[in-house]
């Protein structure tokens, strides 16, 4: 009886217990809500921020292994192609 009762809890879980939770999460994926124009601007403009604050901080690491030759920065550089950062264009998404 116990071998019976431990094969059905088994064969429930897998066949109902299982697709009830993957379909309930499917749904609430589905339901929620989806990033807006505001939200996507405002992505934008902290992006747009950070890579500001990068260059800034990559320049002031240059002025300080300028004057001290031991001077290491802490992470390697990465350069992004030359923008002119005021001129960013937030219709290209719209």
Known sequence: MGDFLTAAVAISVLFIGLP???????T???Q???LTN??????D??????RRLEERLQTIERII???NPDFRPSQ?????PESDFRNHDYARRD
Not at 20 to 26: E, G, K, V
Not at 38 to 43: A, C, G, H, K, Q
């Open 20 to 26: 009830w939770l993957i379909l309930h999460y499917i």
């Open 28 to 30: 609430k994926w589905k």
């Open 32 to 34: 929620s809500p989806t």
């Open 38 to 43: 505001e939200d996507e601007r405002l992505l």
């Open 45 to 50: 403009d902290m992006h747009l921020t950070a």
């Open 65 to 67: 292994a300028a004057d």
């Open 76 to 80: 390697p550089r990465r350069e992004y």
